[in-house]
């Protein structure tokens, strides 16, 4: 499938209150990980499907909300392609680790969106 949904992210207002209400919903592998400079990323293992994470809302008095990632194969031409079909950008091209980098556009409907370039393949 072109595109895929490859992450869900929960960006929370309260992470450990998040994580524990999550643990004990689902049977969901949840693996802290600390980010120098940021925090901790809970990571969420779901077995087969679309896995994710969990993090403490950066942008302060925004409610906590769920953010879906979607695969794309040049991060700067999606997100300028984006931006010029109607779209926000939020933060622009942003690199994690050695993992990949990621870009946040809000679409012309208000609805925010990840977009996700690996570098693993």
Same mark, same amino acid.
């Given at each position: 499938? #072109? *595109?895929?949904?490859?992450?869900?992210?929960l960006?929370?207002? %309260?992470?450990?209150k998040?994580r524990?209400?999550?643990?004990?919903?689902?049977?969901? =592998?949840?693996?802290?990980a600390?980010v120098?400079?940021?925090?901790?990323?809970?990571?969420?293992?779901? /077995?087969e499907?679309?896995g /994710? /994470?969990?993090?403490? *809302?950066?942008?302060?008095?925004?409610?906590?909300y769920?953010?879906?990632?979607? %695969?794309?194969?040049?991060?700067?031409?999606?997100? =300028?392609?984006?931006?010029? @079909? /109607?779209?926000?950008?939020?933060?622009?091209?942003t690199?994690?680790?050695?993992?990949? =980098?990621?870009?946040?556009?809000?679409?012309?409907?208000? #609805?925010? @969106?990840g977009?996700?370039?690996?570098?693993? =393949?």
């Open positions: 499938m #072109a *595109n895929p949904f490859v992450h869900i992210e960006q929370s207002t %309260d992470l450990k998040a524990d209400f999550y643990a004990r919903l689902f049977d969901w =592998k949840l693996e802290d600390p120098p400079g940021f925090g901790t990323y809970t990571m969420i293992g779901v /077995g499907g679309t /994710g /994470g969990m993090m403490t *809302n950066p942008v302060p008095g925004t409610p906590s769920w953010l879906a990632y979607v %695969d794309v194969k040049d991060l700067a031409s999606s997100t =300028k392609k984006a931006k010029e @079909l /109607g779209a926000k950008v939020l933060v622009d091209s690199p994690v680790a050695d993992m990949g =980098k990621f870009s946040i556009i809000v679409d012309p409907t208000g #609805a925010t @969106l977009l996700w370039q690996s570098t693993r =393949k």
